[in-house]
């Protein structure tokens, strides 16, 4: 099965990491973050 999302933000940094939860306080859940130091997992 492959997984879609509207918003894959590449780097878990702060810039990452702020944009992700700026983008859950709008109400838009259907993203990932991705870093090529950590293994995928859901950060939300
Ligand atoms: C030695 C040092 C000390 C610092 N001290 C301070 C301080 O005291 N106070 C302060 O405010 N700021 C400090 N800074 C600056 C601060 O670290 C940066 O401003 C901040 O981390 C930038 O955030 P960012 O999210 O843009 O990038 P980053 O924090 O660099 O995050 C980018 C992320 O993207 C990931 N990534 C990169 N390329 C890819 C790729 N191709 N695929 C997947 N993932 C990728 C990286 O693994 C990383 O986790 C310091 C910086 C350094 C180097």
Redesign the pocket.
């Known amino acids: 099965m492959i997984d879609t999302y509207d918003i894959v933000i590449?780097?878990?940094?702060?810039?990452?990491?702020?944009t992700a939860i700026g983008l859950q306080q709008r109400g838009i859940s259907n993203f990932i973050v991705?870093?090529?130091?950590?293994d995928r997992k859901s950060v939300v």
């Open positions: 590449v780097g878990a940094g702060p810039v990452g990491l702020a991705l870093d090529q130091t950590r």
